[in-house]
């Protein structure tokens, strides 16, 4: 993901709906939009005008409404924001960003498993 694709956080509850829809209108996103909180369909056509310049999203042109889906699944985008967090942040350590997480957060005992169960299988692949 290039430094200008790089979602703001207005842009992830943007994606956050349309990975959720698939695709969506900009009216649909900004129904979902304004049951957490206050938004305008102008500001979110906005923001998803400026989103599709930015190659977040790209619109559907044969539709006469404004359809729009995101352009990278959810969990490539998340695992290009994590990984410029580790570089940014932790200067590359996955150690200390989980420290960081866990310190931060106190995780469920379901969590925990599940994080250990991760490890064993980094473990695995690192053999």
């Not at 992830?12 to 304004?34: D, F, G, P, Q, Y």
Request: glycine share 2%; hydrophobic share 40%; aromatic share 4%.
């Amino acid at each position: 993901m290039a430094k200008s694709s790089k979602p703001t956080t207005a842009e992830l509850e943007i994606l956050a709906v349309l990975w959720e829809k698939e695709s969506a209108t900009v009216r649909e996103v900004a129904e979902v939009l304004n049951a957490r909180k206050p938004t305008v369909y102008t500001t979110v056509l906005k923001l998803l005008q400026i989103m599709n310049e930015k190659g977040l999203v790209e619109r559907d042109k044969q539709s006469k409404a404004h359809v729009y889906r995101a352009k990278q699944p959810q969990a490539e985008t998340q695992q290009n924001l994590v990984a410029d967090l580790l570089e940014k942040a932790f200067r590359g350590s996955a150690l200390k960003l989980v420290q960081h997480v866990l310190e931060t957060k106190p995780a469920s005992a379901e969590d925990l498993a599940e994080i250990r169960n991760l490890i064993a299988e980094a473990e695995q692949k690192n053999k």
